[in-house]
């Protein structure tokens, strides 16, 4: 069997004993406590503890898993993975030990068809309960007890635990000595499934201090053992998901696989760590250097320390992504959908790494190659560490690989001192020297003279320009610095509209202002790129804004403000204002509310705003005292301070707020506004996105050309699109219910012909064909058919190839189920010719595997067992 084979016979088992089927939760655990999801109940954890109530009471997953405490070892043996998946079945609060034992061994002994002589089963030294039932099953001396260390599960940190049993598989005495997982090589016993039955809390490591409130049951069988079981091969690192990434980091080293062990050792690391990236990245982590990015980083690096070392041509990361994805993409859509981001990532942390790792690797081997000393110091540890990038656990595998040891001590002293000072820089560092340089700036020059209400251009004094940190006196072409001006139509970014650019000219060079902002309150920054010439402090310049980009700022500006009122008008005053970006030809307003806005209440929100905005109100400016505003009704939020004196904007006879930034000077100069979105940003917080100005115009073009579109295709005009497109979904629908009565009309036709075609034995009706083309349920229903043309003691077998896949249908009439006979006994045989399994349903059983091709033989099988059946009678 395959993966997916193995994958969707396990969901398919359970789904069958009432499980509900759950996806793989992301790596990145909703539990504080953890890093990553290491187990598959870390989604369930929240049900297990009683905090929430389960949606359903049993479940079952196919879990996408991550740990680390062993990625030392990685690679150094042939069932250590750092990624693997988890097929996990669980209980909360519903069954308990006897099923979770009995449908265990069902599973493996049945489903998967292993011998039962080649299975041993382990349980908790003072578990009698669970030696009890197992012994009921298997020879009591297939079952043996263990301590705390072997059968007591817990997840490493406070949370549930319990006892567990575990069921292991005999590879056979090449792969060591017997007797049982007890007492045998762990190369020779695979740990297949593990059985928790989880009862217990803790709250740390093997302390228990309680009962869970209701007894549950937490299983995981490793995907990736039970492949190397079922597809006979000597490894994980031989089976399908695996063995093709592995391939790929032989391609990329040139190694070949199994002639030499430390090459050996290397590609296993590139086959588990490249699948383990690839997955992190696909559930949103990203390179970093702490918490769960750092273990990224951390896996990503060792691999490629472990590809570099063996001179191979550009990166082998995408390599890996690139076979990981084709592997299992299959199963894991997401991961084809984030192919080419996951490709860049790794892609760019790659090259970052491999720029500094020669040097640091001559480095390392320098002090390795030292005879006075058998350990590596802290201090070089610590620059490996901070100039190179190479985390200390590579350092360690790496000196480890040469006999010598690692001053740990050292190397925590070295990253103490490091830490403490970042954190004297925190407080008194980079980020307050540069607030030291726009002070000194500003005690030279003054707060900047804004002029932008009034005018695009002015002439103003080049005071000063800080380039890198440090005041400079003149800046050359291409240089890029901070200028500041003695006066200045640049509008500072603030109030939730960002700054002007444009440029600033010279007698000898001429500068473009790429963004502007406030360095200090009221001290404008032009941050621009010196386009050609020289500017130097003392000159005169003059700057000039971008004066369209300002005008369609300005009209999303003043829209925002018409917005706000329609919002408050529609929805009720406590949609206040709790953020905005304001840009050229759009605006993104965020209020309080405490629900989704309605469809039907957004249409009137936009419409009540379009009608403000033609009524052509004026647009007036009031600088006042801040008392004066108040009295007015402006209106002031999210926490801005304001002094004695503020400015405040009126639009018509409508709006009034205090506001700092530029606007149009009526209402209908913003143009149309066309509302685009409406979403969540938090607890009771929503986002409201909109165009405005010629932006808007051009969207609605674009709709109305689409429409227009639509329109020529269904043959009427763009307004009639939508009637159009409601009919032909009528019509469809209408000839999907025709077709219908025709499908059935035709099973019923089908159904007596085969019944026509039965044979008799004793006095059983037995009809055994198939049916090509149809799907599982046509397949089903058309068996149900043939049942009700027989007599009341029959048997209908139906087949049915699609796609490459085949399916079987077993239906045995009611009196023959009381007799003893079973519909999922009698396909069972027929089932396995396919390459699948036999639901258990004994009056109506189904079955399908991948090999479509073998239906007559399926058939074939099934009418034997059929006969056989009759006959046993």
């Known amino acids: 069997m395959d993966s997916n084979q193995i994958r969707t016979a396990f969901?398919?088992?359970?789904?069958?004993?009432?499980?509900?089927?759950?996806?793989?939760?992301?790596?990145?655990?909703?539990?504080?406590?953890?890093?990553?999801?290491?187990?598959?109940?870390?989604?369930?954890?929240?049900?297990?503890?009683?905090?929430?109530?389960?949606?359903?009471?049993?479940?079952?997953?196919?879990?996408?898993?991550?740990?680390?405490?062993?990625?030392?070892i990685i690679g150094t043996t042939l069932r250590h993975l750092s990624f693997f998946e988890m097929l996990g079945n669980f209980s909360f609060g519903d069954y308990f030990k006897e099923e979770a034992i009995a449908w265990a061994y069902e599973f493996v002994t049945e489903r998967l068809s292993l011998d039962p002589d080649l299975l041993w089963f382990t349980v908790f030294e003072t578990d009698d309960e669970a030696a009890e039932i197992w012994s009921g099953i298997v020879p009591p001396e297939r079952v043996q007890r263990r301590d705390e260390k072997e059968n007591f599960w817990q997840m490493g940190v406070p949370g549930p635990c319990g006892p567990c049993s575990e069921i292991f598989f005999d590879k056979g005495p090449e792969y060591g000595e017997g007797g049982g997982p007890a007492v045998g090589d762990e190369d020779r016993f695979v740990e297949l499934w593990n059985l928790v039955f989880m009862q217990n809390i803790q709250d740390e490591p093997y302390h228990v201090i309680g009962d869970l409130p209701a007894k549950s049951i937490d299983t995981g069988m490793g995907l990736d053992r039970a492949a190397a079981v079922m597809q006979g091969v000597r490894s994980v690192f031989d089976i399908d998901t695996i063995a093709h990434v592995l391939d790929a980091g032989a391609r990329y080293t040139g190694l070949t696989y199994g002639e030499d062990e430390r090459h050996d050792v290397s590609l296993r690391i590139l086959a588990d760590h490249g699948r383990a990236v690839t997955f992190l990245i696909g559930d949103g982590v990203i390179p970093s250097n702490d918490g769960r990015g750092y273990v990224l980083r951390r896996i990503l690096r060792r691999a490629v320390r472990h590809a570099w070392q063996y001179g191979g041509k550009g990166l082998v990361f995408p390599r890996l992504v690139e076979a990981t994805v084709d592997s299992v993409g299959d199963w894991y859509t997401e991961l084809?959908?984030?192919?080419?981001?996951?490709?860049?990532?790794?892609?760019?942390?790659?090259?970052?790494?491999?720029?500094?790792?020669?040097?640091?690797?001559?480095?390392?081997?320098?002090?390795?190659?030292?005879?006075?000393?058998?350990?590596?110091?802290?201090?070089?540890?610590?620059?490996?560490?901070?100039?190179?990038?190479?985390?200390?656990?590579?350092?360690?595998?790496?000196?480890?690989?040469?006999?010598?040891?690692?001053?740990?001590?050292?190397?925590?002293?070295?990253?103490?001192?490091?830490?403490?000072?970042?954190?004297?820089?925190?407080?008194?560092?980079?980020?307050?020297?540069?607030?030291?340089?726009?002070?000194?700036?500003?005690?030279?020059?003054?707060l900047t003279e804004f002029v932008g209400y009034e005018t695009d251009s002015a002439e103003g004094q080049i005071l000063a320009m800080v380039s890198e940190g440090e005041t400079v006196d003149r800046a050359e072409e291409g240089q890029q610095i901070e200028l500041f001006l003695s006066r200045t139509p640049f509008y500072g970014e603030s109030g939730g509209q960002i700054g002007d650019t444009g440029l600033i000219e010279t007698e000898t060079g001429t500068g473009v202002v790429v963004d502007t902002k406030h360095a200090l309150q009221g001290l404008h920054g032009h941050r621009l790129r010196v386009e050609s010439g020289y500017l130097a402090v003392g000159q005169q310049a003059r700057a000039r804004i971008d004066v369209p980009r300002r005008d369609s700022i300005r009209r999303s500006h003043t829209g925002t403000h018409v917005l706000h009122w329609a919002l408050r008008d529609v929805l009720g005053d406590h949609a206040a204002q709790a953020g905005s970006l304001v840009e050229p030809g759009r605006l993104r307003f965020d209020f309080s509310h405490f629900a989704q806005v309605a469809p039907e209440e957004l249409a009137e929100v936009e419409a009540r705003a379009n009608e403000k905005l033609i009524d052509n109100g004026a647009v007036r400016t009031i600088v006042t005292s801040k008392e004066q505003a108040e009295e007015m009704g402006a209106l002031a939020f999210f926490g801005d301070k304001y002094g004695d004196t503020v400015r405040v904007v009126q639009v018509g006879d409508f709006s009034v707020e205090f506001c700092g930034g530029t606007h149009t000077h009526t209402s209908a100069q913003v143009g149309p506004m066309l509302v685009t979105s409406e979403s969540s940003i938090g607890s009771n917080l929503r986002r409201v996105e909109a165009l405005t100005g010629l932006a808007a115009y051009q969207h609605l073009v674009e709709v109305r050309s689409g429409l227009d579109r639509a329109g020529r295709l269904l043959k009427t005009s763009g307004s009639e699109v939508p009637a159009r497109v409601e009919a032909l979904l009528g019509r469809v629908e209408g000839l999907e219910s025709e077709l219908d009565a025709i499908r059935r009309q035709r099973r019923g036709e089908l159904a007596v012909e085969l019944a026509g075609q039965s044979v008799d034995v004793g006095d059983v009706s037995i009809v055994v064909g198939s049916a090509p083309g149809l799907d599982g349920n046509g397949l089903r229903q058309l068996a149900l058919g043939v049942r009700d043309r027989l007599g009341s003691a029959s048997i209908v077998v139906l087949g049915s190839e699609q796609r490459g896949k085949g399916s079987l249908v077993g239906v045995v009439t009611k009196s023959l189920v009381e007799a003893g006979l079973s519909a999922s006994e009698i396909i069972s045989e027929a089932a396995g010719e396919l390459g699948g399994g036999a639901s258990r349903d004994p009056e109506l059983a189904q079955a399908g595997g991948p090999h479509g091709d073998r239906l007559e033989e399926a058939l074939a099988r099934a009418r034997d067992s059929a006969e056989r059946a009759v006959g046993s009678l």
């Open 11 to 72: 969901t398919t088992f359970f789904e069958e004993k009432d499980h509900v089927v759950r996806p793989s939760a992301s790596l990145i655990p909703n539990d504080p406590t953890l890093l990553l999801t290491n187990a598959g109940m870390v989604p369930f954890k929240p049900y297990f503890l009683g905090e929430e109530t389960p949606p359903y009471q049993r479940a079952t997953t196919v879990q996408k898993v991550v740990r680390t405490i062993d990625i030392d």
């Open 336 to 446: 084809v959908e984030r192919k080419d981001f996951i490709t860049a990532v790794v892609a760019r942390e790659e090259e970052r790494f491999r720029r500094t790792l020669e040097s640091g690797h001559q480095l390392l081997d320098v002090e390795l190659t030292r005879d006075d000393s058998a350990e590596l110091s802290g201090a070089t540890v610590f620059k490996l560490h901070d100039t190179y990038g190479f985390p200390i656990e590579l350092t360690s595998e790496i000196a480890a690989e040469r006999g010598v040891t690692v001053d740990t001590a050292g190397f925590e002293a070295e990253m103490a001192e490091q830490r403490r000072r970042a954190r004297a820089a925190w407080k008194g560092g980079d980020e307050v020297a540069a607030q030291d340089v726009y002070r000194s700036v500003l005690d030279v020059t003054g």
